[in-house]
């Protein structure tokens, strides 16, 4: 459990919401009046840089594409599009809050203390510890909020009631979402709180107010900071799993009809059914993610090959999104606006977007043709894989005895 030092004298608790302008007035008003010794705001180094210096932020197109986190950085800037959009819609910047509270510190001499996270260990925790069902949900929805034009009522989003609402129907949606976004920070923000010494103002996104509220009156329930920032690594990975168990059936398949005895034009037909669903569907996908002539071609050529290699960085859809990025690269407009666009024209004109959405489309039209392949080849050739399994085991024990 967390041990922490003796209490600071007063936290004072400011819950905000992100994109509301009397939220950014709440925030002036509480430290002028108060005038504490440290203002602490619901930011980490990475996202206070990118608030106060975002000329400077960059990332790697290598990096993005060969991680093995495509879904995360897709998840991670679709959730930054949303928060955008609702923010256009009441003419606020997301952060604005944060930024006042930073400005306003300086003004009557407080110090300033960034107690959240690391967004990226955050967003880590928060896919690994989703069930594979919660992440298709969230994407789901989160595609459907980015292409809805309904408007949202955002007078209330600071609304205890909205909010417990709001907490509630995510734990419904994800309980692990929730886990991870809420709980884990809640404990988090109110740990390196209560490092802190002196009168503290904290300004705190609304839904999380509550939670510190709890852990500052209950420390010894703050699991080890150390804890909370650990990416858990699962010692199975039911994923990988069934993808190598599916691998393995394809391979098992295709060389069982060898064993078989079956004839050569049948084999041949087979295979020819293989790589041509994978070459038609990895390259409609890459066509209607507008991605580059030569990356379709790519993506069609090398696509009924992919699903036997096992490395992460050596996908389809990588190939394809560094070739996309090498004929279409990104420019520092497009590292700068990719967490900032707030319509779907802005997030899909930005080169960044692209790329990770062409090598994300690509992948799942080679892994949809894959599982339509092992429906079409063996009815379509004739070939029953039971009588090929019968015949293999025949010869196989014939060769024994």
């Known amino acids: 459990m967390y041990e ?8 004072i608790i400011v819950g905000t919401a992100h994109i509301s302008e009397e939220s950014i007035r709440e925030v002036q008003r509480t430290i002028e009046a108060e005038r504490p010794d440290v203002v602490a705001v619901e930011l980490d180094p990475g996202r206070y840089q990118a608030l106060t210096h975002p000329e400077q932020q960059s990332a790697s197109i290598k990096d993005v594409l060969s991680s093995g986190r495509l879904y995360q950085f897709l998840v991670h800037w679709l959730l930054a599009y949303v928060q955008n959009k609702l923010g256009s819609e009441v003419g606020v910047k997301p952060g604005s809050e944060m930024l006042s509270a930073i400005e306003v510190a300086g003004s009557v001499g407080a110090s300033v203390a960034l107690v959240d996270r690391d967004i990226n260990i955050t967003i880590a925790r928060f896919w690994a510890k989703m069930r594979l069902i919660e992440k298709l949900k969230m994407l789901i929805a989160l595609l459907g909020i980015t292409t809805s034009d309904e408007e949202i009522d955002l007078e209330d989003i600071t609304n205890d009631d909205v909010i417990s ?4 129907e995510l734990r419904q949606f994800s309980p692990s979402a929730a886990q991870v976004l809420v709980d884990e920070r809640d404990a988090y923000l109110a740990g390196n709180l209560l490092k ?10 609304a839904g999380h107010k509550e939670g510190i509220k709890h852990f500052l009156d209950h420390p010894e329930l703050i699991p080890p900071l150390e804890e ?12 990988k799993i069934a993808g190598m ?11 069982l009809m060898f ?22 569907f990895a390259a ?18 090398y696509a009924g090959f992919s699903p036997f290699v096992p490395l992460p960085f050596l996908k389809v859809g990588v190939i394809a999104g560094l070739i996309e990025a090498a004929k279409r690269p990104p420019g520092t407009e497009d590292f700068l606006g990719i967490t900032k666009a707030s319509s779907v024209r802005e997030l899909l004109s930005n080169k960044l977007f692209r790329i990770l959405v062409v090598a994300v489309a690509v992948n799942v039209g080679s892994t949809l043709a894959t599982f339509i392949a092992l429906l079409v080849i063996f009815p379509m050739t004739g070939v029953n894989p039971y009588d090929i399994l019968h015949a293999a085991l025949s010869h196989v024990i014939g060769g024994f005895a």
Not at 196 to 205: M, S
């Open 4 to 11: 922490s030092p003796d209490q600071p004298a007063e936290i």
């Open 259 to 280: 064993l078989s005895g079956a004839p050569l034009g049948v084999v041949l037909l087979a295979f020819g059914y293989w790589f041509v669903l994978h070459a038609v």
């Open 228 to 239: 909370l920032n650990a990416v858990p690594k699962r010692r199975v990975n039911l994923t």
């Open 165 to 168: 609402q709001l907490v509630s």
């Open 245 to 255: 168990v599916f691998l393995a059936v394809i391979v098992g398949l295709f060389a």
């Open 196 to 205: 802190l010494r002196g009168k503290i103002v904290a300004v705190v996104g």
């Open 284 to 301: 409609s996908f890459a066509t209607a993610s507008r991605s580059h002539p030569l990356a379709i071609a790519a993506s069609a050529g």
